[in-house]
């Protein structure tokens, strides 16, 4: 069983890169607090997530989340980036990025990421999700931040695909979440909890459309330390 040494207790890292549906992701139900729970014993997963950012943000202040040291022994890193890039430039300037300017920053991030020895098969790229329009308004209104929606459904969408083409490009693994969401377009409001981030439901399927990925990138990892009923005092 194999365990780390003394001098290195350094296990293998798992890096959850995104904005606030990713930083969330470690709440109650949350997908990164599934994927943490999945991987117990074996990984440690690292999240990484910034409300409000979008890929120039995140691509400015890049030295100071992931450098060569933090980025040793990587198991694989979640890309999850779109949902801020994709607001609307008349109601969030300071956070829309233009789609061409977004598709080079997903493929620069990768490329960053890559730079570190990670292989394009351990990134999961996830496209931004679907928007529920009617219930963001309603968000926006009850906290007094605006009269009009600040995100369209289109507007992810067409940030999705470009998403989707750069991940393609780049041989990096790839869930297209705003097609996966959309497949029954009557249903698929109930995934999120306030017309843009996951509810429960949504932290749940994203988590299990990350499962087969997760396990064939992990399935040769050993627990670390032996089951409790074959522990010894040996070492």
């Given amino acids: 069983m194999a365990q780390p040494s003394e001098s290195d207790l350094s296990w293998p890292r798992v890096i959850l890169l995104g ?49 060569e040291k ?16 994709a607001a609307l430039p008349e109601e969030k300037p300071i956070q829309h990025v233009p789609m061409e300017e977004y598709g080079e920053n997903i493929g620069k991030l990768i490329d960053k990421i890559q730079s570190f020895g ?29 009269e009009t929606c600040t995100r369209t459904n289109e507007n992810a969408k067409k940030y999705s ?15 297209d979440l705003w097609s996966n969401m959309m497949a029954d377009e009557d249903d698929f409001p109930s995934y999120l909890s306030d017309g843009l981030h996951l509810s429960e439901k949504g932290n749940s399927f994203l988590a299990d459309l990350l499962e087969s990925h997760i396990s064939e990138l992990t399935c040769d990892i050993p627990y670390i330390l032996p089951y ?7 070492d």
């Avoid at 933090?70 to 890039?85: C, E, I, Q, R």
């Avoid at 926006?140 to 931040?145: A, D, Q, Y």
């Fill in 161 to 175: 695909r470009v998403c989707l083409e750069i991940a393609k490009e780049k041989k990096c693994r790839e869930i």
């Fill in 228 to 234: 409790w009923r074959d522990f010894t005092y040996d």
């Fill in 118 to 146: 990670v292989k394009p098969n351990q990134i999961i790229v996830i496209t931004p999700p679907p928007v529920n329009e009617k219930a963001l308004l309603e968000d926006i209104l009850k906290k007094g931040e605006g």
């Fill in 70 to 85: 933090f980025m040793k022994n990587v198991a694989f890193v979640t890309l999850f980036l779109g949902a801020n890039d």
């Fill in 19 to 67: 904005d606030s549906i990713t930083q969330y992701s470690f709440q109650e139900s949350g997908w990164g607090a599934i994927i943490q729970d999945f991987l117990s014993r074996k990984c440690d997963v690292y999240n990484r997530g910034y409300s409000g950012y979008n890929t120039k943000m995140i691509l400015s202040k890049l030295n100071h989340i992931i450098n």
